[in-house]
């Protein structure tokens, strides 16, 4: 299955649309503001008159080079091009302030390959059988998997839960714009017929990521590389015989990570981080330095691409915002991820599978042949950039459908973005809460017209109600404090005196 997934994406120019999109996925994960999410939405739009094998190589290469790019910033900026590279700050800017830009930038590249690599494997042994599990999940199941996605994403995103549930919720608030699935209703419409067609899914991510990031950008001070000479950027075989064990935990943690919804490449990039600095036998030299540490960060960031896809492949839940787009476009493409691409087309998995190998091996002879060039993208000024961004964004929301009622809704869309940042809101529950509200949506609509109303089914199901219970344990877990003080009487009290 896999050589026959190599077969039918090495067609039509394959490797020149690999070669020019991981370029573009790296050169906007460098350029400090412009995200991975910000990358796929926009390459999203330029994808329609591709077939779909071809789109989804595309936006594959873009998400995989995106990731692994905001590292380049990171180690000669300290400024991390994508919140999945802060991480990587901690070590590698101090190494490239020690003259080791070449080797941390190295380091990078070999982690970042590694992890992918890993996450890759992960997504092929496993996805297969449990998209054949997924089968058992009905519409009262999905209805709870969309739930809990919004819900882990709201408590486990970072900062306030309660601003992540605010979030994840403002998300549902605008996927029920327009007319429900069974009857047509519109609701939230107001008498418009624009609003009662529903608010797109595109313009509104490209206006939450792209527009609000270049309202923001317009206030940044200017940045300057650390060094303009660059040492060996080949990476030591000494460091993977070294720091093989942490290879694997981070990769590990990293696909795992990337398969709950909507925790995301920064999650995994910390978490990963944090576990080989408690493991290390030289934990002095975190933050100081550290091979080891930066070598932790790339790979469990990696890691988390191919783990993000699984979700979306099975169960039609994104891992992370980056997914969340990758599966819209997928939809808008006519390809239908979740519980039945196992049977429809079992070979899909496997051309992901192909486009992430690809995507990876063009990542690494990238990350070893382009450091100065990618040097000289980064000192273009953001007061050039920021315009041709808000260019391609405009374009690309009006692309979609034609409709000048698109372009409102991504200027719209961006302002709230950029207010919801202001007040330190996290972007991925929203994301999250958008993609996942036509899913939940539907769910319970199907579920209470074939119950007849009666909502017994989506607690008393087997499935349905460990989901239930996860997603009632997730919220409550989020609320500090709480746990503690309804575990507290279970506790052993000591014997007095």
């Known amino acids: 299955m896999l050589g026959a997934g190599f ?25 400090p503001g412009l995200t991975a999410t910000m990358g796929v939405a926009l390459l999203t739009t330029l994808t329609f008159s591709m077939g779909p094998n071809v789109a989804m190589l595309v936006l594959v290469c873009v998400y995989v080079g995106a990731i692994y790019g905001g590292s380049r910033s990171a180690i000669l900026l300290n400024i991390p091009g994508t919140p999945a590279s802060a991480a990587s700050t901690l070590d590698g800017y101090p190494l490239a302030r020690q003259g080791l830009a ?10 970042s390959w590694l992890g992918t690599l890993f996450g890759t494997m992960i997504l092929a042994l496993f996805a297969p059988s449990f ?17 809990f996605g919004i819900v882990i994403a709201g408590s486990l995103s970072g900062g306030d839960p309660l601003k992540g549930y605010i979030a994840g919720f403002l998300g549902l608030l605008v996927a029920t714009v327009g007319q429900e699935a069974n009857h047509a209703y519109p609701r939230f419409a107001f008498g418009n017929t624009d609003l009662a067609g529903g608010l797109g899914l595109l313009p509104v991510l490209v206006g939450v990521f792209g527009v609000a990031e270049v309202l923001n950008s317009m206030r940044g001070p200017a940045v300057k590389a650390v060094s303009s000479k660059m040492d060996s950027v080949i990476p030591h075989i000494r460091d993977v015989t070294q720091y093989w064990r942490t290879i694997l935990r981070s990769g590990g943690l990293g696909t795992f990570i990337g398969a709950m919804p909507g925790l995301g490449e920064d999650i995994a ?16 030299k975190f933050g100081k330095g550290s091979v080891e540490g930066l070598m932790a960060a790339e790979t469990g960031e990696s890691a988390c691409v191919p783990g993000a896809i699984i979700p979306v492949l099975t169960l039609a839940v994104p891992g992370s915002a980056p997914a969340a787009v990758l599966m819209a476009a997928m939809m808008i ?37 382009l450091v100065r060039p990618l040097l000289w993208v980064l000192l273009i000024p953001r007061a050039r950039l920021m315009p041709i961004v808000f260019v391609l964004c405009t374009v690309g929301a009006f692309a979609i459908t034609s409709r000048l009622f698109d372009i409102w809704v991504m200027l719209g869309a961006g302002l709230v973005g950029f207010i919801l940042r202001e007040l330190r809101f996290s972007m991925a529950p929203l994301v999250l809460g958008i993609v996942l509200g036509d899913l939940l949506d539907k769910n319970l609509l199907r579920g209470l017209t074939l119950s007849g109303g009666d909502l017994t089914p989506f607690f008393t199901r087997p499935i349905s109600a460990v989901l239930c219970a996860l997603t009632i344990f997730a919220a409550l877990w989020s609320v500090p404090g709480l746990m503690g003080r309804l575990l507290a009487p279970f506790r052993r009290r000591p014997a007095p005196g």
């Open 269 to 284: 990039a910390w978490t990963s981080y944090a576990a080989a600095k408690r493991a290390s036998a030289e934990k002095e």
């Open 333 to 369: 493409h006519g390809l239908n991820p979740g519980p039945m691409l196992a049977i429809t087309a079992p070979e899909f998995i496997y051309q992901i599978v192909a486009m992430l190998i690809i995507a990876d091996m063009v990542k690494l002879v990238y990350g070893l042949v």
């Open 131 to 147: 998209g054949e599990f997924a089968l058992q999940f009905g519409s009262y199941e999905m209805f709870w998997v969309a739930l």
């Open 102 to 111: 070449g080797r941390a930038m190295g380091i990078s590249t070999l982690g």
């Open 7 to 31: 077969a039918h994406v090495l067609q039509g120019g394959a490797i020149f649309h690999a070669l020019w999109a991981v370029l573009i996925g790296i050169v906007v994960g460098a350029l």
